[in-house]
C-alpha cells in the first residue's frame, strides 16, 4: 500500500499503484458517510463520468495518447472499452481534480474545445458523483484531419 497526499484538498489517501499502457494510476475510492449509510465511488468511476461527458463535447474526437488510443483500438476490437481511456483523477473527501489528454477534431477551434470540455467534465462530475471539481486541466495531444481518414463531403465541398 502507498500513501499520497491529493493535490485537491491535502487529505492523505491509501491505496495500490497500478500501471497501464496509457498512465499510471492510483486506484481508491472516496467515501461519503450519512444516516443511512456509507456509499464508496471508486476513482475509477469518476474517471469514466468525466471521460463520457468529455467525448459528448462536439470537437472532440478522441481521448488519450497515441499509445492509449492504440491499446484502446486493440479493447474496442474484442468487445472491450475503457470509458476512462485519457482521464486522470485525484479524488480527495470532497473535491477532485481531473488530467485530459484529447484529440481535436480539425479545424475545430480548439481553445473553444477545450473550455467546451472543462465545462462538461466539471458538471458531470459535480452532478453525477457529487464532488467539487477544484480544476480540469485539458491537454491536446493530437488534430484528427477527416480527409486522411477517407471523410464525406459537405454541401460546400469540404471534407468533413
Known sequence: MASTTNRVDGTTT????TTSASTA??????????????????????AKVAGIAARDVPGVFALGGNAARAFGAIRDAIGSSAL??????EVGEKQVAVDLTIVVDYPTPMTAV??????????AVTELVGLEVTEVNVAINDV????????????DGRVR
Do not use: F, K
Open 84 to 89: 476512462g481511456q485519457g482521464v486522470r483523477v
Open 14 to 17: 491509501a491505496g495500490t499503484t
Open 25 to 46: 494510476t492510483q486506484a481508491t475510492s472516496t467515501a461519503q458517510a450519512t444516516t443511512a449509510g456509507r456509499t464508496i465511488i471508486d476513482d475509477t468511476v469518476v
Open 144 to 155: 484528427n484531419i477527416p480527409a486522411l481518414n477517407g471523410g464525406e463531403d459537405d454541401s
Open 114 to 123: 477545450a473550455s467546451a470540455v472543462r465545462t462538461a467534465v466539471a458538471d
